[in-house]
Structure formats: C-alpha cells, structure tokens
C-alpha cells in the first residue's frame, strides 16, 4: 500500500495480519483530517500544508471504494463528518472577503487565481465523494436509500460550491470552470435529476427539491452586513433563483424577496441591476395575490419607482419592464377602490412620470431604452392613455424630430407609440391632426433627404411606420388627411414619398372602426 503523508500525519491505528483492511477506517480518517485541517499549523487559507493534505486526500478517494467512504449505513456517523468536510473544504476555497463597500477585485488579482487553485484541488475532492457514492447505489448493503442519507447532507453546500465556481466570472478560472461544472452534472446525476431545475424544485409534484435547502444555507451570507463581502453571493443567489419558476417559486417567496430587494437598493448600478431582474422574475413567477399579501407588492413598487429617476439607461431597461409586469398587480389587489382619480392609479402616476423624464432627456442612449418602453405603456393603459395626451403628444413629436443613429431605435418605438394611442384614443385624434401630420410629414421628408449612413431597411421600416400612422389619423378623421395633403403627390419630386403617398391615396374612406375596448387598470 503507498502510504500518504496524510496518514502518517494522522494518530491513526491500522490493523494487522492477513486480511487486513490497506487503509484505517474512515470514521478515523476524515474525523482526524478535520482536526488536523483546523489546526494552528495549517490556518493560513492557501497554504502548502492544506494545499498537500486536500491533495493526499484526493488521492485517498481514489484509492479506496465505497464501501470503504459509506460503510455501513446503519448508525454510521459518516454522512455528518461528510457534511463536515464539504463545508470545511467549500470555505478553504472561498473567494478571499471583500471590505464593506470596497468593490470586488480585478479579474488578474492574485488572490482570485489563489482562490481557482484551491477551487481546483476541492472539486476533484467532491468530485471523487460522488462517484463513490453513485457506486454505492448498486453496491450490495447500501443501495439508492442508504445514499440518499449521505446525499443530502452533502448536497446543499456541493451545489453552492458549484454553481459559485462554474460560473464565468472574475473569479473564475477555465479549468475551475470546467471541474466545477463537472462536478455539478455528478451531483445531478447522482440525486437523479435531468436539469438544474429539477434537482431545485425535484423531480416529482410530491418531492421538496433542493431550493429550500440552498436558500437556507446562503440565508447568513444575504443579510445587509454581510452580502457584500463574498462577491459570489449575489450570483448563486439570483443564477439560482432564475432556475425556479411557477408554481415552485410561490412557497418560497419569503426567503427570495428580501434578498432581491437588497440588492435593488445598493448603490452600483450593476448591483441594482441584478435586484431588479430578481424581483422581476418573483413577480412573473409567483402568484399576484401572494405578492399583494403584507404589503408586499406595494414595497416593491415603491423600491422600482425610486429607479424611475436614475440616468443610467442600462438599469432603466430593466426597471421599466419590471414595473409594466407589476401595475396589473397592485391594480387588482384587494382592498383598492374601483374608482380612483388618475393621480392615485399607479399606471397613470408611473406613465406621468416617465413622460415627465423622456420630454427633457438628451442622453441617446436613455431616450431609446424609454422610447421602446413606451409603447407597451400605451398597450397597458388602453383608452386611459388619453389622460396623457397632451404630453405624450409633445413627446412622440419631439423624438421623431431627432436623428437617433443608424438604427432609428427611438424614431421607430415612437411610431409604434403613435399608432398604438391612435387605436386606442381615436376620438380624440381630430384635434391633434395638425401637429401629428405635420411631425410625420417631416420625418418622411428627413427620412428620403437624409445622408447619413442608416440602412435601407431602417429606413423603408420609417416610411412604413409613417405611413400606417398617416393611414390611421385618416380613418379616424374620416378622410381629413386626404383632403389637406390633397396635390402633395404631384409635386413630390422623390419616389418612395411619392409611394407612401399614394398608399394613403388609394385607402377607400371609411370611419375608424376600434377594436373592441380594453377595460382600464
């Protein structure tokens, strides 16, 4: 037998003779590791000491078979010394703690690529543990119960320690990556799961999954003092959360909103980010009448509308869809009167609110992410948006003054604002003709004139959008635009106006027929 340095290190008793076992007992050998892998000589994290002992470990695993790891499931306390291990192992290969408010570390920092190697050796470490226990599943004495008992004393930290090294981070190196997703498809494999989903909510309607387990044990790692400290945190929480939809979400909403809401309010934009998009996937994935429970939904209205006033474009990309998908919600909740003046509906206050910041924006890259927002405001507020018609007027008709770069992003979400408020406020479209006409008559003459580098289908998608807009006020009018644009044709000099003009020509006049009327939020 080689005899490891491990071993020798460790006051372990051998038994002699023929038929001796080759290595001690494993109720002797991972107890004492335990001990000696917290003992004063080795506490420096990284050092060679532990750096040799997980190594000679590994080797250990590899070396014995699973009868040697599990025993005898009766009585036996090893699947609570595994337990040990795998949280000692998973904290010796955390990522190093960051200061409070200090920001994470660059990607080439030195302790990152510490962290990787020790992450390495531990993932071969875990790795082993698995494929012993898979083994185990048709060995003779053991059997799928017996490894269910070790498997989930392991599980929940396993999976973190996954998940926390696979992913593709600055932390992270490509051989970390790879063994840690490994060993997430072996943990997997061995509970019998096809996917990350599956093994989070289980496999059966009757089976709990892990979700709850893995909740808990991040659960001292989420709290306000402590989140920022270890920057992989955040990303096992919400990568994890992403993984669980409806109906599995609603149970656990108390363990997952507080934390979203944390990081909503943290003062880096990226970190904002991340809360957003997790409050945004609990509200499509848990029940609204859950969510309207404690007030619950109203404070995480009020935590999104705090956004509203933030300059960065990436975050209001996230936050404006978030907060279209919460207002049905906090329409419908219990409690709120059927008839409330406009200024205390919250679709009415958060469109009022965002058309008071698109009006004076000069920033291009805010006024597109707020222009392709916009339409599905008008979508949801249906014929109430004609509350809001005189300053959504003057901002429709202020964007499609300004050239928005090749793309026309902003140009061609105003169109599809226009048309969506023309169907729905139709009766209120004969008073506005003049100004609406004339801003799209300038943007089709702009749009042929124009010398810039924008795409031939950029621009033919500006005159159809002009064009069907053209077409609507037309309807709606009862042939009003016809008759000002009346010899308009004839004296146009180029020949895609002269096109969309005659499609606005040859429409047959006929009165604007809506579409059957959405009841208001």
């Known amino acids: 037998m080689e005899r490891h340095s491990l071993l020798n290190s460790l006051q372990l008793t051998l038994p002699e003779g023929q038929g001796a076992p080759e290595y001690p007992p494993v109720e002797q050998v991972l107890p004492q590791f335990l001990q000696l892998f917290a003992g004063v000589g080795t506490q420096q994290a990284g050092s060679k000491a532990r750096t040799g002992m997980v190594r000679d470990l590994f080797a250990i695993l590899e070396a014995v078979d699973c009868q040697w790891l599990l025993g005898d499931c009766q009585g036996n306390p090893t ?14 290969a955390a990522l190093p703690q960051q200061e409070h408010d200090g920001g994470e570390l660059p990607s080439k920092d030195p302790a990152y690529a510490a962290a990787a190697d020790r992450a390495a050796d531990v993932s071969l470490v875990f790795r082993s543990i698995l494929a012993k226990v898979e083994a185990a599943k ?6 799928c119960k017996a490894v269910g008992s070790f498997v989930c004393q392991v599980a929940g930290p396993m999976y973190i320690f996954a998940v926390t090294h696979a992913a593709e981070k600055s932390w992270s190196r490509p051989r970390t990556r790879s063994l840690a997703q490994d060993l997430l498809e072996g943990l997997l494999q061995v509970w019998g799961c096809q996917s990350v989903p599956e093994f989070l909510r289980g496999a059966a309607e009757d089976e709990e999954g892990w979700f709850a387990v893995v909740m808990q044990s991040l659960k001292p790692e989420l709290t306000k003092e402590t989140w920022q400290r270890n920057p992989a945190t955040k990303h096992v929480f919400s990568w994890t959360l992403q993984q669980v939809t409806r109906p599995w979400l609603g149970p656990h909403l108390e363990k997952v909103l507080p934390p979203s809401l944390l990081l909503s309010d943290d003062y880096r934009i990226e970190n904002k980010i991340l809360g957003v998009q997790c409050l945004h996937h609990i509200i499509l994935n848990v029940p609204g009448a859950d969510l309207c429970q404690f007030n619950r939904a109203q404070v995480v209205h009020h935590a999104l509308s705090n956004h509203l006033y933030s300059k960065e474009a990436q ?15 906090l329409e419908r909740a219990p409690g709120r009167p059927s008839r409330q003046p406009p200024s205390a509906v919250p679709s ?27 339409p599905a405001f ?21 964007y499609l003054e300004v050239y928005d770069g090749p793309e026309e992003t902003a140009r061609l979400a105003m169109l599809e604002t226009l048309k969506r408020t023309i169907q729905h406020a139709w009766p209120r479209m004969a008073t506005r003709l003049a100004v609406l006409l004339q801003a799209l008559l300038r943007l089709m003459w702009d749009t042929v004139t124009d010398r810039s580098p924008t ?3 950029v621009t033919a998608a500006l005159l159809q959008g002009a064009t069907e807009c053209l077409l609507l006020l037309d309807r709606c009018s009862h ?14 000099q180029d020949d895609r106006l002269k096109e ?22």
Do not use: W
């Open 79 to 92: 699947p609570l010394v595994l337990r040990d291990l795998v949280v000692a192992l998973s904290t010796y």
């Open 138 to 143: 048709g060995s003779e004495g053991l059997g």
């Open 315 to 329: 975050l209001m990309q996230v936050v404006l869809p978030c907060l279209l998908d919460l207002l049905p919600i």
């Open 348 to 374: 009415d206050k958060v469109l009022r609110l965002v058309l008071t910041h698109m009006e004076p924006e000069h920033q291009l890259a805010l006024r597109r992410v707020y222009a392709k927002n916009l």
């Open 378 to 398: 008008v979508e949801r507020l249906g014929i109430q948006v004609a509350r809001h018609l005189k300053r959504l007027q003057r901002v429709i008709v202020g």
């Open 455 to 457: 795409p031939e289908p």
């Open 479 to 492: 042939g009003q635009v016809k008759v000002l644009l009346q010899g308009v044709q004839h004296s146009c």
């Open 500 to 521: 969309c003009l005659r499609k606005l020509e040859e429409e047959p006049a006929e009165s604007f027929i809506p579409t059957e009327p959405r009841r208001g939020f």
